[in-house]
Structures are given as structure tokens and as C-alpha cells.
């Protein structure tokens, strides 16, 4: 089998290392400002005030103590997109957060009362975050198993999965888990005095230290380990994986369970969180379809998710007021995260295009170009 | 003399960090077999790349009947009357063999099933074959899908066939039947260009021989020359061409080579030897495009290097595949050292001494975009003293790295370089260097030289030599018969996922081997 | 009791009617899908391409009276949608499943802040669509009726006519054409389609256009015909649904329609309920196509077929 031939590395001198820095740090924000822009004339084409609208995520998200409420609500998201990061490592597409974090959030939301109120704080808060791993960790078992066994398509299995886990997780705190005293379908609320408390001196949840902890050990597991080496053979090349002698279906059951507990501690933060202590019927959030583009982002580096999702926190935090103040849904927010996305995967395709030394233009675009379509079927 | 109806002139062709082609010129005739001689890496694959538009030439002109062109696109390849029948099957596997002929038409929207079958019918009566339309072309025999492959190129009126190495995969007799066939297309005045690294087939078939040596043109010889020498005379100046002033001490060292050889067969008798591998009635079923193997026993004693012949695409990954234990056997027993390992996973026939020398070598042999000193340890993830506590030992690694990259000769940077990056022989001496370093027993090496030039090709040889003599005991998977010849002491043929019979080298195994290939009625129709 | 209930002429009228009703903006969708998939083109943003359908197709049929505007919005909201696939796909090479899913998410959100700025709380709503009865067949029980006349099987919009032919085209196309023969080939072995002569990026362009285009005609149908309404995430993960049908469908067209008829009566089952008598939970209702599809998916594992080149960039001379 003919191989290509990929340009052999030169040595690295220093200069290049900070050169290499420079332009990942340039690869990672020119996406975001170019989807920031793109928005804003978006924002212009109905009549809205761009500078209004982003003016109010700093204001919000940002200005006066504003920054401590971001800081927070960064807690699920960096801990979903650290699940993300260990799965998407290898190449597995889980794609069934949603389902995973809402059952999460739903037994938490569930059971965190009367826990709470009977047992030792602490030693409640540790047992809710562990039955919301298990239930988030529980829903990747069938697409886990089809994998495994049959090679089944995961992205299919684990869409199919988050559906049906929302629903679940809505059936449960519309039964069982409802709020006696009340009418709208909701949870019991949680005690505030129950619910995580700040860290001393600001009003950010001290569970945002938890995640900063499970972010490094995570990084450390991914980097520095066996594991972490396996799962990183197992994204790069299957065959080469099962070659090796690799236990492929532990490998992906285990990352599966992984990514799985990860997104369901998120959903015990999110619940836990002085902000919320209940959970409301068909409005559990999708924090992982926002979060994905900066999993992709961070190149699927643990440490690297701080930063970017820090300031998605800030984005989400300030978007919800911002779009508000400018008469607009606040779905506003898929349409940035789909174009950061977009943005990324071109100025990716350029950077690679640079760094192995071709053009910027692919054999398949410049087929296109040189030779446009029409022009071909004329000619046939 | 008539005019040549392709003409190239000065092909110069670039990659980066080598230059493929360099300055080539080049002249097919009509009715003339053009045999294009070279080491593997001497640019011929290339050459022919421009040639069928999928590469197109840095430098250098094209002419065609005279007229300069430029040929961009298969397409217009294909219009100018250029057909190639690839090294690498270009048949579609789940389309019917008349389906992969109809491949291509884009100026009608029906599809003129009956206009194919009758010129399907018409092309293999000029080649002397038969064809079955509907047979779907993964079920076809290797024989069968080339002859196919023949009339694809052919489909649209082609006057220059390019055959790319079109025998490694072929036994004798199948050589025999391609000759025949490509005498009649001569007949009808095709030119054809026959693109080889062995010597052999190129004096057998060659009208005219243009030897290509690190992407330039080394020598040619025409017509006449071939004619007049004597074959010792044609073939001295051939490896002197080929070879350079080395050609001698090649020559020399090959000898010896064989004498050793001859001794170190004449070692242990093999009554005595211990059996370290045996198979039982191992059956494993087929996976897509790849057949399995039926009910195959087979024994492999200490000392021993056994080889397995056969055309390739028999069940030979299957085979390696079940032994190593990528695969699951569906029936029969597999026992190393005497202990069943049937139910074993991969990772605990290693650590019991069995080692795999894959085919697939950028596949699945190394994780490209991992570095070389990794990729040395990778089926050791986790063992001490590379792994302590899970923890990756880096110094440990990169030391012992640079330790077995000096031993193996590797060719590269830094062991921190990308083994993606590796030349093709580099890339196999890695895999050999991880499988052979660390008290292998039992090595399952398949194609171990495919693709290599001569000397890493003996520089392999001798490593499984050394393994085997040394105490352990090689299996040598591999379509090259002469491999085989030089090295097995035994050699077992696969033939259709079965084996069918196990020879002992010496005078008159090569016969005795080309009959086994071929002994099914499907190869003899061939 | 309940076994009763359920054996009734009515029950079953409204399963039949109900089935077809949900399982049309499938069968557009899920035929798009298995032109792509054909093709080696695996498209997972077609949920937000059935939006954007939906959402146009709305608004075509709303500001222009006319159902056929709107579906004619639809197909091109859908294709231009595409085209993003196309481009950035199938020219440059990225990575399919990454891209789809911005263009579900873009999509998603655009059409929900659109919606939104244009019609705020007010739910603007279509009228009834018109259809096209087919003299006799009309008359048959439980298939020819409908519930309350609504919606019998051989009543229907023209266009759904016209769907049933269109799948019917692109099965022969698949197999008695050359374009279908290019198709699948670009699926199966690229290279061996590139070496016949003929452009791989140019085949998958067309495919991928396709299923854009059919891909907004069936949201377009969605907010029209079915719902008369477009509220934003009105296909609640209709487009994933096409995307399994495809698959299992394993590259027939005709199998489309069954699937997409089953899964169209899994859908609309909790209506057909309701109707005698037994109520379930709408969030059940909604979770059943989705548990049909996993139990479907465990049962059928290993016969899920899909073409080996599907979802890789062809690049002329890598291999």
C-alpha cells in the first residue's frame, strides 16, 4: 500500500515553540471572533443593536460582581466538556449528554430533599453526585454495548438514547419526583442552606474548585497514563488499537461509563447549585450542545477547556439578559455556537493545509475550481 | 520503424523530500511490450501515474501521436486511448463484474446493459478469456478479476494498455495465461507497458526494457539488443544497470547467501524438533472482502521457519489474523508451547513469546501520528519499566528507543519523530524492532519484505534466520515464492482458505508448490 | 379491556391515517439521507436542513397562499443549506460529522430567533391543505377513510403523490442509470469511480445537494400539511429519525417508505390512543419512535448496512 508521504519534522528550536504557541492561540480565537462578527451582522440584518446585544453580555455576564454568577454557571459546562474531551479522544461520538445530564438531574433533583434534610450535608452532597454519575454513566450502557459487541453507529445510538432520557427524566419529575405543594411541575426545592455553598469571601459555588480538581486529574489520566495512551491509539486508529492488543470493548465501555459520569456530576453541580435547588419539567438545559464547539476548540486538551469555557460561561450568562434587553430569543446562542463551529473547522482545514506544506487549497477544491462543473457536463 | 504513439520527454516529478522522477524520456510503440524494470522506489509507479492523469508532472512534455498533450484527469487519459490496470484492484467489490465495466459513462442516463454485455463478449474473445457478467466482482478469483481489470481498461477503445505490476499476486501458470493474453493484444497492435521489479518477467515478456533507478532513466534496451546477447549477456548488463558497480558484490553476497543457507538447512533433523505452534482444524469465516480459512492444521517446530505460500487474497490474513488472536477462531484448537490459547485475547499470547510482523504496516503496524520511540513499546503499554503505576516513564522510553533504533538501523530524525513520517522500509524496521526486542519465541511475520529494496530485503531475511536458529521459530507468511524458496525449510500452500499440502524445501519444491496453488478447478480456468 | 378498545375500526383508521400523516416529512428526509449515504455522504445535519425547510416552507406557504411556494421555499432552504455541506465536505475535505452538527445547531437557532423576531407570541396559522382523492380506492374501510374524514390514504396532498413517485425514480435511478451507478460506486470505492474517469467531488455534490433539498421539502410538509404551524424545534429529532431509516433501509429507497410509515405510527400512536380512550403521558408519546428505534437497533445490529466509503474525503492519490 503506497503511503503519503508527510514532510519530515525538523527540529524544534525555541523560536518555533513560541511560534507554534502563537499560532494555536491564533487558531483557536479567530474562530470565535469571525462567529462574534458574523453575529453581529446577523444582529444588524433585524434591526437589533450589536452593540447593545454584546454590550449586555459584558454588562451581565461580566461588570460589577457579575463575573462571580459566570463563574458558576461554568461548573456544568466545564464539567460536561471534560466527559466530552475523554470520549471524543477516542474517536467515539458520544453524543447523548443531553439524555445523560437530565436523568442526572432529575435524581438529584429527586432525591436531594429528602437526603439533604436526613443526612449530614456532606455526606449527602458526595452520595447525590454519585447517583448522578451512576444515572448518566447508566444511560451510555446500551450504546456502550451495541458498540462494543456490533461496531454499532454510536452517533445514532446515543441520539436516540438522549431522547429518550429527557423524556424520562420529565415523566420523573412530573411523577414521582413532583413537588406536592405545588402546581407547576417542578421538583421539591432544595433548602438553600442545603445547596453548595460560596467560596468564602465571593458568591461563586465552591464546587467550581471540584471541577478545576477533576479537570487536572482528568488531564493527568489523558496525558501521562496507560489509559490515557490507549484511548489515545483507539481515536487515532482502531486497527492499529486491537494490533496492539488493546481490550477494544473495555476501552470503549470504560470511556463510555467515563464520559457518562462526567455529564452526570455536571447535572448534581447544576442542581446543586445555589441558583437552582429544583428542576423544572421540560426545561432541563442543553449545556453540551453549547459546549461542544470549545471541546473541538481546546483540541480535546483538558487544561486547554478552562479558558474557552470560561468565556462561554461569560457568553451564556450575559446572553440570556442581553438578548432580552433586545427583544430576541434567546436561542440567539445556537445560532453563535453553530458558527463557531463552522469558523473552526475552516480555519482548521487552512491550518493544516499550511503546516504539511500544500496549498492552501485542497485537490478536491482546486478539481473544483479549475474545472467548474457546468463546464464538464458540457463537454461529456 | 514507425513513429511512437506516446512520447515522454523529460518527466521530472516531485515530492517533498524526494524526487520521483527525474528527467525520465520515455517511447511506447504500437504492437510492442514495454517492460519498465526498477527497484521498488525507483519511480515506475509515478511515471505511471502521470501517464494514466492521476499525477500530474512538474516538468517535462507529453506527446501523443505526435502531439504535445496534457493529461490532467483519468478522463482525459482515458480519451487519449490510455488504459491502466492498476496495481491495486480498482473493481468496485459489491458491484457485478458488468456493472464495474459500465463504470464511467456520463453521457447517457440509461444504462446500456445490452450494448455491455455484447462488447463485454466481444473484448474477451480478443483476449482468449471468459467472463461471467453477473458475477459479482468480490466472489471472482484473482485471475479472474485481472482479466476483468483488462478488459475495464480496454472498455473504450484503449491503444496503450499499462499494466502495473501485475504478477505479484499470480502463481506460474497464471503468469503463463497473462503472457498469452497480452501476445494476442500485441497482435492487434496495442502497445503495452509492463511495469516489473523482477527480472525474469521482463526478458520473458519485454520487447523493449527501460531500467529506472532512483527515479531516472539508468539504461534501455531495445529490440535488437535483447535479441542479439546472449540471456547471460542480457541479464549481466541488466544487474549492471539496475545495480551499478555494486552489481558484482550483490551478485557474490547472493551466492554466499545461498550457501549458508543450504548449511544452516542442513541443521537440526526435524523429528527431533519440539512443536512450539500447531493449529487444529482452525476454521475462520470470511469478513467482507476477505476470505477465511477451513478446517487448517498446521505444526511449527523450535528452530524451524515455516513458510505459507499462496496467491494472495487466500486466507493468509485470516490465518495470521486467528493466531495472533485479532480474530476470533470459529472452530478447531490453536496451542503454543503445547497450552491452548483459542479463547486467549491478544495481549496474553503476547506475553506468552507469540509475536505478529503485520502486512499492514502504516495500517496498523504503527500509530502514525505517535512517535517512533512510542510506537517501539506500544504492545507493552503499561509494563514496567516503560509504565510505573500507570505513569509513563519518558527517559526510560527515549533511552531504550535510541538503543533499538541504532540496533534496527532506522532511518529517522529523532525517536520523537512522528513514525508517520518514516519511509516505508524505516516504517518496517520499527515494527520489526518492537516485535523482535523484547524474548519473542514465536514470530508470525506476513509479507515481511513487500515493497522493501534489497538490502533492508536481506537485511529481514536474516533477522528471521537469527530468530529461528537462535531458539525460536518463525512463520513466514508471503506471496514471493522465491522468498519462500530462499528461506522456509518447510512451505505450506493456501489455497482457497485451505491447506492443501506442505512441501520440504529443496530441489523441485518449486513445482511441487505452483501445483498446490493452483490444484482448484477455479485458478486452472484462470 | 383494553385489547377492546384497541380492536376497532376507528383505532386502526387512525393508526393507518395517523401513520401516514407523521410519516411523510420522514420519507422525504429519510430518502434525501439515503441519496447521501449512497453517495458516502453522511449528512447528520439534516435535522437543522428539516427546520430550515420547515421554517421556509412556512413562510413561503403563509406570505404566498399557496402550498407550492412554500414548498419550493422549503427545497431551497434545504439546498442552500447544503451547499455548506457540500463545500465544506466534500471540497475541502472536513470532517462530515462535526460540520453537521453546526449546521443542526446554526439551524436550530436561526430558525427560533427568526421566528421569534418575526411573529413574537402570535402563532400565525396555515389553513387546511388542500387534497387530491383517488376516485374508488377512497372507499375502502379503515385505509380509504380517515378519522372524522380527515386524512384517509387515498386522499392526500398532491405532493405526497408525488413523493410515493419520487422514490420510486430514484430506485430505478439506482439501478438502471448511470448517475445511480455513479452514486454508488462514489460510496463504495471513490477511487475506482475517479479512475473511470469521472468526478468523485462533482457526484457527491449533486447527492448532497439532493438530500438538502428533499431533506427542507419534508420540514416544509412538517409546518404545512401536518402541523400548519411552525413553532421553533418543530421537528423534535424527526431529522435523526431519517438519518436511522436510512440506514436501516440499507440503501433501498423502497424500504424508506415502510420505514418511515412504522416509525410515522410510532409517532402519531399516543394520538390514535387518546382517540379511545386511554391516555398516556405526551412526554411517553413522545419518547416511543425513539425507543422503537433503539429496540430496532439492538434486534437488527448487525444488519445495519453502510457503504464502506461513507463519511471519508476522497482525495485523489492518498490512499
Known sequence: MAEVALPARRPVAASRLAGRAADLAIRSLVPVVLALVAGGVLLYALGRSALSFYGGIWTYGIADQNWQQSATTMVPLLLIATGLTVIFRANIWNLGYWGQFALGAAVVAGYGPSLLAHLPMWFATVVLFLFAAAAGAAWTIVPAFLKARYGTNEIITTLMMSFVGVDLANILVKGPFQDPSIRTPQTRAIDFDKLMPPIPGTSIDCSLLVAFAVVLVVHYVLTRTAFGLRLQILGANQRAARHMGIRLPRLVVGSFLISGALVGAAAAAFVLSPFWGYVRADQIPNYGDEIIPFVFLARLNAVALLPFVAFYAVLFTGGDFAATQVNLSTDFLYVLVGLILLFMTVIEFLGRRRELGGSYLTVGLVQALRAPLWRRRAAA | ?526 | MIVATIWTQVFWTSVVAGGLLAGVPLMFTALGETISERAGVLNIGLEGMMLLGAYCGFLGAYYGHTQWLGYLAGIGAGAAASVLMVVLCVWLGLDQIVVGIAITLAGEGITSVLHGAQFGASEPRLGATPTLAIPGLDRIPILGEGVHGQNPLFRQPLVVYLGFALVGLVAWLFRSTNVGLNLRAAGEKPEALDAAGVSVVATRSYAALATGALAGLGGAYLSIAVAGVFTPFITQGQGFMAIVIAMLARGKPLWVIIGSFLFGISISMIDSLQLVGIDISTDFGHMLPFLAIIVALVLFARRAYLPPALALPYVRGAR
Not at chain 2, 327 to 343: D, K, M, T, Y
Not at chain 2, 397 to 407: D, F, I, T, Y
Open chain 2, 1 to 526: 520503424m514507425d513513429a511512437p504513439l506516446v512520447e515522454l520527454s523529460g518527466i521530472r516529478k516531485a515530492y517533498p523530500g524526494v524526487l520521483a522522477n527525474d528527467d525520465v524520456s520515455l517511447e511506447l510503440r504500437a504492437g510492442e511490450v514495454h517492460c519498465l524494470l526498477g527497484e521498488n522506489g525507483a519511480g515506475k509507479s509515478t511515471l505511471i501515474g502521470i501517464l494514466s492523469g492521476l499525477v500530474r508532472p512538474d516538468a517535462g512534455t507529453i506527446r501523443i501521436d505526435g502531439r504535445e498533450t496534457t493529461i490532467d484527469s483519468p478522463r482525459t487519459a482515458l480519451e487519449h486511448g490510455i488504459g491502466t490496470v492498476y496495481q491495486h484492484s480498482t473493481l468496485i467489490p459489491a458491484l457485478s463484474v458488468l456493472e464495474n465495466l459500465m463504470l464511467g459513462d456520463t453521457r447517457h442516463l440509461r444504462l446500456d446493459v445490452d450494448g455491455a454485455r455484447r462488447r463485454l463478449r466481444e473484448l474477451a474473445g480478443v483476449l482468449g478469456v471468459e467472463v461471467d457478467p453477473d458475477a459479482r466482482a468480490a466472489d471472482l478469483a484473482l485471475g479472474s478479476q485481472q482479466q476483468v481489470e483488462i478488459v475495464k481498461a480496454l472498455w473504450r477503445g484503449s491503444r496503450v494498455l499499462i499494466l502495473d505490476e501485475p504478477t505479484s499476486m499470480l502463481t506460474p501458470q497464471a503468469f503463463a495465461e497473462l503472457e498469452k493474453v497480452l501476445g494476442r493484444l500485441e497482435e492487434q497492435g496495442q502497445a503495452i507497458v509492463f511495469i516489473t521489479h523482477k527480472l525474469h518477467e521482463a526478458l520473458s515478456l519485454g520487447d523493449r526494457i527501460t531500467i529506472l533507478r532512483h527515479g531516472r532513466v539508468a539504461g534501455a534496451l531495445d529490440e535488437r539488443q535483447l535479441r542479439d546477447g546472449s540471456a547471460e549477456e542480457v541479464r549481466a548488463t541488466i544487474v549492471r544497470i539496475m545495480f551499478g558497480e555494486a552489481a558484482r558484490s550483490v551478485a557474490d553476497v547472493a551466492e554466499l547467501q545461498d550457501e549458508l543457507v543450504e548449511r544452516s538447512r542442513a541443521g537440526l533433523p526435524r523429528a527431533e524438533r519440539e512443536t512450539v505452534l500447531e493449529l487444529e482444524d482452525v476454521s475462520v469465516p470470511a469478513q467482507g472482502a476477505e476470505m477465511g480459512i477451513a478446517d487448517v492444521s498446521l505444526a511449527l517446530g523450535l528452530g524451524e521457519i515455516l513458510g505459507v505460500a499462496g496467491i494472495d487474497g487466500n486466507g493468509q490474513r485470516a490465518l495470521a489474523e486467528a493466531i495472533s488472536g485479532q480474530r476470533q477462531a470459529a472452530a478447531g484448537e490453536i496451542r503454543l508451547f503445547g497450552a491452548p490459547i483459542s479463547r486467549f485475547p491478544v495481549a496474553a499470547r503476547q506475553k506468552l513469546g507469540l509475536r505478529y510482523v503485520t502486512d499492514d504496516r502504516l495500517g496498523e503496524g504503527v500509530v502514525q501520528s505517535l512517535s517512533v520511540a512510542l510506537n517501539l513499546f506500544l504492545k507493552r503499554i503499561g509494563q514496567r519499566p516503560f509504565w510505573r503505576l500507570g505513569r509513563v516513564q519518558r527517559g526510560v522510553v527515549e533511552k531504550r528507543a535510541g538503543e533499538l533504533v541504532r540496533e534496527y538501523d532506522v532511518r529517522t530524525p529523532s525517536v520523537r519523530t512522528r513514525a508517520g513520517t518514516l519511509s516505508g522500509g524505516n516504517v518496517q524496521k520499527v515494527v520489526l524492532a518492537r516485535e523482535l526486542s523484547f524474548e519473542p519465541k514465536v514470530v508470525v511475520f506476513h509479507k515481511p519484505t513487500y515493497g522493501l529494496d534489497v538490502r533492508t530485503t536481506s537485511t529481514v531475511r536474516d533477522l528471521i534466520r537469527r530468530l529461528a536458529r537462535g531458539g525460536g521459530a518463525a512463520l513466514v507468511i508471503s506471496t514471493d515464492l522465491d522468498e519462500l524458496l530462499e528461506i522456509c525449510d518447510r512451505i505450506a500452500v493456501l489455497s482457497r482458505g485451505r491447506l492443501v499440502g506442505t512441501v520440504e524445501n529443496g530441489p523441485g519444491a518449486a513445482e511441487e508448490v505452483g501445483r498446490l496453488m493452483v490444484g482448484d478447478p477455479v485458478s486452472e480456468a484462470a
